[in-house]
């Protein structure tokens, strides 16, 4: 039966279906406007959130990943709800689709030419000529492709002298050379980079039709990070020659005997683009069973300068007198800031909205000299900045006159006054940022990992987890792909001369190696 045999034939029947087919467009419009409005103001707050630029606390962190959760699953909403029914068009409110950006230009493009017609369908004639085409553009995916590369080494005799020869051995990544460079650098990339546990690793070969089980996968972690250290030792001596780092730790859970205990994993990041340093960016990092303050004087034993962090008491004695020399401590006002917007996003405290306005003038202008020299930062720190800072110091200590000392308001404006020596010291060099921000951005991606893997399995499942986050975090820092950098580095590090070992390093790899090397 078509569409139209099953429309009414008597009026009434007829006026019925149209107050029906009216009350659905008006549920239909409802339903669609609440939607395109629930989505629009899902999207203003997780760019509220995601703009924040002074670090984030787990809680808000919790808040973004479940605000994307609803946004993606209305989104979802929407596109099933379009591709069920035929669109409505509501004139007083249409919603608007994002621009469609084109399909990557460096994929294949595969052609599928549908027949056309030997005659013409309206008159029937078989004279036809083409006047042009129409392309419409699909992207596909096509399962990854597993192969089984034999490497054959011929032998030969001598007929003279009956000496067999034969090519030398292929070096491989690591020994015994069942995992090829690129399998091994996907392996760790996609547990470090991409935060996948083996097992689950494991179990998306398995249905492919690859049984690699998790020791398997685990022996060959174990051995790539060992082949991958001298690249970590140079990255770390990089890290400590510069003139200011930025420093910061977060936890690792750690399995124990049955149960879990906490561990912790440093970084130290050197990234002198904000002031115009002509060096790249790199992150080391270490793991420590617990927080003691030991640690960071054994990572830092042999570093002089200016370190960023945040108001640990385990760093106080690096800042004291010591060889080789003294380390400078700048603090970092993103967490000052921090303890006044939480008061004022609560509590809607006047003081705390107050505060955090001065210090966001701030930031404001450390955004505007971004990338200037240290000769030029302090220069226009020293014209709008320090009256800015002079300002608000006298203005906190009026306001702590006025409130309690147990107060959060009153905790929070101590934080800030016990500190601000060291707060203030941006203001005359420009090497120094205003913020923590380079080494909190570094420890993200641990803690979205943290929630997959769940914990390391020992001790030295830590120190083996900062050794490659050293790697991926570096590489990344860069703009430079750590999947394919790493495939190129496993396939190239067994032949490669110690003594040029920084030919290697991201800043210095180019994409080409690759290109090369398969060639």
Known sequence: MSND????????????????????????????????????????????????QFGQSSERRALLDQLELQLADLEEDVAQAEAVAETITVPSFERRKPARRPLPVHLPRERIVYPAPSACPCCGGGTLRKIGEDVTETLELIPRQWKVIQHVREKFSCRACETITQPPAPSHPIARGRAGPKLLAHILFSKYGLHLPLNRQSATYGREGIDLDVSTLADWVGAAAATLMPLVEVIRAHV???????????????????????????????????????????????????????????????????????????????????????????????HGRRKFFDLARINKAPIAIEAVERIDALFAIEREINGMTPQERVRVRNERSRPLVIKLESWLREQRARVSKNSETGKAIDYSLKRWSVLTRYLDDGRICMSNNAAERELRGIAVGRRNWTFAGSDDGGRRAAAIYTLVQTAKLNDVDPQAWLADVLARLPDHPAKRIHELLPWNWRPQNIAAQAA
């Open 240 to 334: 400590f020659a510069a003139e200011r780092i930025h420093a910061d730790d977060t936890t690792v859970p750690v399995l124990a005997k049955g149960k879990t205990r906490i561990g912790r994993l440093w970084t130290y990041v050197r990234d002198d683009r904000p002031f115009a340093g002509p060096d790249p960016p790199a992150a080391v990092f270490f793991y420590s069973r617990d927080r003691g303050g030991e640690h960071p004087e054994q990572h830092l034993s042999g570093y002089a300068g200016l370190m960023q962090a945040d108001a640990y008491a385990g760093f106080n004695r690096l800042y004291e007198v010591r060889k080789p020399g003294p380390i400078i401590e700048a603090a970092c006002w993103a």
């Open 5 to 52: 045999d099953s429309l009414p034939t008597d009026l009434a029947s007829a006026h019925a279906l149209i107050i029906a087919q009216r009350a659905a467009l008006i549920a239909a419009q409802s339903e669609a406007q609440h939607r395109a409005l629930l989505i629009e103001k899902l999207k203003y707050t997780i760019k509220k959130l995601r703009h924040e």
